[in-house]
């Protein structure tokens, strides 16, 4: 069965950081690119940071570049999204997906699955 279960989630200050976790089971994971997406209530899906499946290389989106960072440890069958700097615009539900195939980092493939979203609230 194939899971993607994100955590990492919570209220934090302006300025302050989280890291995102993203722990997939179910599928060969090294043969997966993976992105971090995002919903703000209203608003449509964005994709946040991609990184591709075998070279290490990342997307990230103009709104987060510089602030955030994508990375995945294949031993572990995780990718983390460490996000600081964090602003109010970064309030959403971030989901991690999956996508079959070696690929090349962006968050505009046909993502194959995805988890249930953890909440990230930026806000004093």
């Known amino acids: 069965q194939v899971q993607l279960v994100e955590s990492g989630g919570g209220l934090v200050q302006p300025g302050g950081s989280l890291r995102l976790s993203c722990a997939a089971s179910?599928?060969?994971?090294?043969?997966?690119?993976i992105g971090w997406f995002r919903q703000a209530p209203g608003k449509e899906r964005e994709g946040v940071s991609c990184i591709s499946t075998s070279d290490g290389a990342t997307y990230y989106a103009d709104s987060v570049k510089g602030r955030f960072t994508i990375s995945r440890d294949n031993a572990k069958n995780t990718v983390y999204l460490q996000m600081n700097s964090l602003k109010p615009e970064d309030t959403a539900v971030y989901y991690c997906?999956?996508?079959?195939?070696?690929?090349?980092?962006?968050?505009?493939?046909?993502?194959?699955?995805w988890g249930q979203g953890t909440q990230v609230t930026v806000s004093s």
């Open positions: 997906a999956a996508v079959y195939g070696f690929l090349r980092a962006s968050c505009s493939y046909e993502y194959n699955y």
């Open positions: 179910g599928f060969t994971f090294d043969y997966y690119a």
